[in-house]
């Protein structure tokens, strides 16, 4: 029996419907970066103010290692 959909996964799941209606047709690439990097920065975001900055907390929270969220927060600029 398969899980019930989530109001995050039914968003995402419209939101990337409407990118498709939007194309036209169009040949598009990159969606899987253009969504994940849309969806992990806030997520990043939040959790360090969630922990207000400690990130052995926040890794936790996020269940990846210390220097994964490390090196994630240099990518996407996040102090």
């Known amino acids: 029996m398969s899980k019930p959909e989530t109001e995050l996964s039914a968003c995402v799941r419209r939101l990337v419907t409407d990118y498709f209606s939007h194309m036209d047709g169009e040949k598009c690439s990159g969606v899987y970066d253009m969504v994940i990097g849309s969806v ?40």
């Open 40 to 79: 992990e920065k806030p997520l990043l975001e939040v959790v360090l103010t969630h922990t207000e900055g400690n990130q052995t907390q926040a890794s936790e929270i996020l269940g990846i290692n210390r220097n994964t969220l490390r090196k994630k927060m240099q990518h996407y600029g996040v102090k």
